[in-house]
């Protein structure tokens, strides 16, 4: 059978519904084709079942130094079954959540394994999809625009395959039945940070391993440096600089025993169990791109600033392209590549000002640059941060003035009991612009929508700063690192 849309897209995950689901709102007939479950790596193996995790190790955690607040709380027992089952709860309320939005938007889903194909008696444009359908029947769907959302996946080392017992990927590690006793982590990346702190909570000995001088590298070095000194402090075992040497590893029935070079000196490291958490590649292979002038490098589909493949009607966007991979991004993405394709102009700028000319009267939700996206990462403490740190900031040329403020000298951290940490300002010494603004400590995940606001206005520091925030509540230390740009913090 053959279907005809405006817009196919290959994916459904978080940006290939976004996209989807503009190009509806936009006037468009669109089909998602997705071969597993709809929500894709965000909703069934990424940042929703492990912040849902997280939350119950957060919990536990917290609950263990309840005398703190006066509460007794004897006999406090980590029921991991019941953690899991509200992980998974939590999941399937968001999953019937978004098969509504999909139905209501009049979206086609269909279920099956996507492939490109080339020019063809279905159109003599390459970017016809042929859908191989769970019965075994096929269909072919032919559409004006294809949108490439197919994501990535976790890459593995070779020496430890995934096997769900004693080596595990992310994706393993969210369907534990039971919690190791020890485990090393390969990799200090947002992934290895996040399940380091999540396991450590729930009791497991961790060890991180990260080759890199740092954890989160890409983090502002002060930021890495306290997150490196409060895992050490909570007994998390970090060795930085450090490889591992997976040709000699031994994984038996009783654990894992793994080789690592640390600081030019060899250690042997045992534990329970192995978490590869070393990046992720694209989804490409076996799609079919090789029928197409599509060009993938490295796993990795390219892409202009409009999302668009160097086949301009076939667009790739979220993890597939290469970008930075963060399922907001993804969702951007999205709705970027959707308004392009529906004529939607100015969509791809990097400032308020390409927002205010995108058009349809209101400034498009597609205003895009890498310095205005956020980054988060989950745990204790969180870390949170939008535009460059201060290393990329004065390796772009501009000379920088930093504020900083502790939460040890915030009233509302103080309550909470989450006094580590501190948020840091990088502004621009000529022209008084944000150029940064890096947090660790209690809630930085929720508090960085601030930073990210000022930073898409082009805010100056002092604006900010001069910006009342209400009291107590944890935004007023990012007020107060912003007035101590210019030495003028009152609490500090
Ligand atoms: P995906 O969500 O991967 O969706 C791609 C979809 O395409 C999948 O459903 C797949 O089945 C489908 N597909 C692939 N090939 C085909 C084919 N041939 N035919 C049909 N369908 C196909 N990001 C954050 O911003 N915040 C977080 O807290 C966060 N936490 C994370 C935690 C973990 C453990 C992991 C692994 C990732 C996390 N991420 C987080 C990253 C985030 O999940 C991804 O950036 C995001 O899911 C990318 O979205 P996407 O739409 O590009 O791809």
């Known amino acids: 059978m053959t279907r005809t849309y405006d817009v196919v897209i290959l994916g459904g995950g978080i940006g290939g519904y976004s996209a989807a689901i503009r190009a509806a709102q936009l006037g468009k007939t669109v089909a998602i084709v997705e071969k597993d479950k709809l929500g894709g790596t965000c909703l069934h193996r990424g940042c929703i079942p492990s912040k849902a995790l997280l939350r119950s190790a957060e919990l536990y955690g917290t609950m263990k ?13 980590l029921r991991f079954d019941k953690v899991q089952e509200r992980k998974q709860a939590v999941v399937e309320q968001l999953y019937k959540g978004l098969q509504f939005l999909i139905k209501k938007n009049k979206i086609d889903l269909i279920i099956g394994n996507g492939r490109v194909i080339g020019p063809s008696i279905f159109s003599p444009r390459s970017g016809a999809v042929a859908v191989e359908l769970a019965d075994g029947e096929a269909e072919t769907l032919v559409s004006t625009n294809l949108i490439v959302a197919t ?5 593995m080392l070779s020496g430890l395959q995934p096997d769900g017992k004693r080596i595990f990927t992310s994706e393993e590690a969210l369907e534990l039945v039971e919690l190791p006793q020890s485990i090393i982590i390969i990799g200090g990346g947002v992934i290895g940070v996040e399940w380091a702190s999540m396991l450590s909570d729930f009791g497991v000995k961790v060890t991180i391993v990260e080759a890199g001088q740092h954890l989160v590298s890409s983090e502002d070095e002060e930021v890495s440096r306290e997150l490196e000194r409060l895992f050490k402090k909570r007994g998390i075992k970090v060795l930085t600089s450090s490889s591992v040497h997976t040709d000699r590893a031994e994984v038996s029935e009783h654990g894992v025993s793994l080789p690592v070079r640390v600081k030019e000196k060899d250690d042997l490291l045992e534990a329970d169990a192995v978490l590869v958490s070393i990046g992720r590649q694209g989804n490409t292979g ?3 791109f090789e029928n197409t002038d599509v060009r993938v490098e490295n796993g990795f589909i390219k892409v202009n600033h409009q999302m668009q493949t160097t086949e301009s009607h076939i667009y790739a966007i979220g993890d597939v392209n290469g970008g930075m991979q963060l399922a907001h991004v993804a969702a951007h993405e999205g709705v970027l590549a959707a ?5 939607v102009s100015g969509a791809a700028g990097s400032g308020a000002t390409a927002g205010a000319a995108a058009g349809l009267g209101k400034p498009s939700s597609a205003v895009y640059g890498a310095h205005l996206v956020p980054r988060c990462i989950y745990g204790r403490p969180e870390i949170a941060s939008v535009g460059w740190t201060e290393k990329q900031a004065r390796d772009k040329g501009f000379e920088v003035k930093i504020g900083k403020f502790s939460f040890k000298a915030l009233g509302k951290a103080v309550v909470l009991g989450e006094t580590d940490g501190f948020v840091k300002v990088v502004a621009d010494a000529k022209t008084d612009d944000l150029l940064g603004v890096h947090i660790i400590g209690p809630h930085a995940t929720d508090s960085i929508g601030e930073a990210a606001v000022a930073q898409l206005l082009d805010a100056a520091h002092w604006e900010v700063g001069r910006t009342i925030h209400a009291h107590p509540t944890l935004s007023e230390a990012i007020g107060e690192a912003m007035l101590a740009v210019d030495g003028r913090s009152l609490s500090m």
């Open 286 to 288: 076996n799609m079919g």
């Open 65 to 77: 130094r309840s005398e703190e607040f006066g509460i007794a709380a004897e006999s406090v027992t």
């Open 151 to 155: 994501g990535s996946s976790p890459r």
């Open 339 to 343: 308004e392009h394709i529906a004529g």
